[in-house]
């Protein structure tokens, strides 16, 4: 049997609202990876967004910015960023129509002023006065907020910028998606606390597909080798380019209708039941 090869959406399929992976998402990962297996992050979080918890469970390569970014092992073999003109229009159209957003590079991220009292509206419509999400969506927004503060000072490059999220609860997606959508892949709502507006903007060509594909050509691997583990609409294009692919119980609907299997929600476990399930697809 073939070695397998597994991709991991990290927002709502490796991690919850707690921001961190639970041990027994860890413990299985890991005991897939014993038995031949590779195990590769596939986000739309830039290289500073993937925190040391989650490398720590020993992934063999990550998928980031929505795949403008590729990582195997240490070497870098695939990084898009978005022309500095642009990048400065999109500033600037947002700050003209009261949009907050924060700037993804690989060096670091870099929130617009009004950015965190934003996220905190947008967070208080969301829960919808559940204590408990509040609480566990608190926790992940004050780490968040601490990792964009660490990088306060340094100097922006707007000339290496992977991608850009933008907080919204009130401008209409489909407006900001008809003025940039020519130029670059347009997400909504990918992370659903930032606002029912709220998307990111990334590097036209670049999305979770395309990089997977670069991956399994580079490891000569293919599609029936791969498998995928997701939760948005996002991640519909991860789905198309692998063999097997698992939804998870908190999934959206157009995600679940066209996975081969739907798992637990993350915050049951969704990750680990699935490969116990598999037995680890032990080679």
Excluded at 87 to 93: A, D, H, K, P, S
Excluded at 149 to 165: A, L, P, R, V
Excluded at 254 to 260: I, M, N, S
Aim: with cysteine; charged share 25%; proline share 2%.
């Amino acid at each position: 049997m073939t070695k397998k090869i597994a991709f991991f959406d990290v927002d709502g399929t490796l991690v919850g609202d707690s921001g961190k992976p639970t041990l027994e998402t860890i413990s299985a990962i890991q005991t897939f990876k014993s038995h031949g297996n590779l195990a590769f992050v596939c986000t739309g979080r830039s290289r500073p967004e993937i925190l040391p918890e989650i490398m720590a469970i020993g992934f063999d390569g990550i998928i980031g910015a929505g795949g403008g970014y590729i990582l195997i092992d240490d070497e870098v073999v695939h990084h898009h960023t978005m022309p500095e003109s642009d990048v400065r229009e999109m500033i600037q159209f947002f700050q003209e129509n009261g949009i907050e957003y924060y700037l993804e590079s690989n060096s670091g991220l870099f929130g617009s002023e009004q950015y965190a009292e934003k996220i905190n509206e947008t967070i208080l419509e969301y829960i919808d006065y559940d204590k408990e999400k509040a609480e566990a969506l608190s926790e992940k927004n004050q780490w968040f907020n601490q990792l964009i503060d660490s990088f306060k000072e340094q100097t922006i490059d707007y000339g290496d910028i992977n991608k850009i999220s933008f907080i919204n609860n009130t401008f209409d997606f489909h407006e900001i998606h008809n003025r940039f959508g020519q130029q670059f892949e347009m997400f909504h709502m990918t992370v659903p606390f930032f606002g029912k507006e709220s998307g990111e903007i990334a590097v036209k060509g670049n999305d979770k597909s395309t990089a997977i594909k670069i991956v399994l050509d580079k490891l000569n691997l293919t599609k029936t080798d791969a498998i995928s583990f997701g939760d948005a609409n996002n991640d519909l294009a991860m789905f198309s380019a692998c063999g097997y692919n698992v939804a998870m119980g908190n999934g959206t609907n157009e995600l679940k209708a066209v996975a081969d299997e739907i798992t637990q929600h993350v915050d049951d476990d969704g990750i680990a039941k699935s490969l116990i399930k598999h037995n680890y697809f032990k080679v």
